[in-house]
């Protein structure tokens, strides 16, 4: 039970996590991956290496102390962490290991003189609390993806039925499941979660579904990462007829339904949820605008076939911002980064729309900028995260 004093305690310790609470977090998950291998699947070392992972979750954890006396005040942040825990399978049993592994973080890095026994003794009772939270909240998730028609829980047998190269950099990855049976019907923008033994180790991994799964089909589309240790695998080892585990559809990054005009603005590969939205939304009559940016042409993808949606759908308007002209693919809309004028240029008349957009960090960053000097109501604005979430300065 976490007592008042138990949450003025929490509340005191937030300077120091403002301060210091990267490095401790740094060195809870050197001490965990290191003592606890089972857990070692669950995080990509990619993200760890890079500082994204430690900073996701030091944010986190300062944002919960902040918060402590009034959770609701955390706003979707509870949710992004559920589906995220939901989509790698996190389990009950994996809940005391962190928390074992924090409160020996948080009394090796503060010291015996700052993390007291009353220290101690609140933080333990407050990831107590969250632990609570978060397994009840899972819990119900997995149950309704298991009770879903078509949905199932843990890992279920899928092979790869088609791989499309989509561009120089990114193939798509059609699974059917092995079983024959009917699929959980995913909300366009969610992702599904793989799982696959590397070299004898496990790795999962995270990907955004590229189409509408109403066919009995996912479809994942990836990038090839330099030194990306699954996305080669992907491309250059997984061939149809492979068998691969996949987790059921999680996440909340999706398609809201409204009438009101829908922006769509991807980076890179950050088109790949966009799609899925796109598709779901020329089902009905609500305007369109699709913007589009890449480094040039041969990156491209999906280009040909939202051309081909254009064509059939007068309520869609697509643009496409080229960083650098390779003068050898068909011609952009714009030729550098997408300014504020340029994308003022393209967005509908009316700004009383929704907006969804996805892509590299800095890329993100721009686009909510000028979206929120350009008029777009900062509530109607949504925001996904390929890895980690991080702070859009």
Known sequence: MLTAQDRAIIQSTVP??????????????????????????????????SGD????????????????????????LVAKIINKHVALQIQPEHYPIVGAC????????????????????????????????????????????????????????????????????ITSFYFAPVDDGPILK????????????????EVRRNYSLSALSDGGEYRISVKREAGGRVSNYLHDQLRVGAEIDLFPPSGDFTLVVSDKPLLLISGGVGITPTLAMLEAALATERPVHFIHCARNGGVHA???WVDGLAVK?????????????????????????????????????????????????????AIKHH???????????????????????
């Open 16 to 49: 120091l996590l403002e301060s210091g609470g990267e490095a401790l977090i740094t060195h809870f998950y050197r001490m965990m991956l290191s003592e606890y291998p089972q857990v070692r699947p669950l995080f990509n070392q990619a993200h760890q290496a």
């Open 53 to 76: 992972q430690p900073r996701a979750l030091a944010n986190g954890v300062l944002m919960y102390a902040r918060h402590i006396d009034r959770l609701d005040q955390l706003g979707d």
């Open 102 to 169: 924090l409160l020996r973080a948080i009394s090796e890095v503060l010291g015996s003189e700052i993390a007291t026994p009353a220290v101690m003794h609140a933080w333990g009772a407050a990831y107590g609390q969250l632990a609570d939270i978060l397994i009840g909240a899972e819990k119900a998730l997995y149950d309704e993806k298991a009770q879903a028609p078509g949905g199932w829980r843990g890992a279920r047998p899928f092979k790869l039925v088609k791989r499309v190269e989509e561009s120089t950099e």
């Open 186 to 201: 995913a909300t366009p923008g969610q992702y599904i979660s793989l799982r696959l033994v590397l070299d004898g180790e």
């Open 302 to 304: 999906f280009r040909e």
């Open 313 to 365: 759908h007068p309520q869609l308007k697509r643009f496409y911002c080229y960083a650098e002209d390779d003068s050898v693919s068909p011609a952009a809309d714009s030729i550098g980064l997408l300014s504020q004028a340029q994308l003022a240029a393209w967005l509908p008349q009316e700004r009383d729309l929704d907006a969804y957009f996805l892509g590299p960090k800095g890329f993100m960053t």
């Open 371 to 393: 979206l929120k000097a350009l008029g777009v109501p900062q509530a109607q604005t949504r925001y996904e995260f390929f890895g980690p979430a991080a702070a859009l300065e």
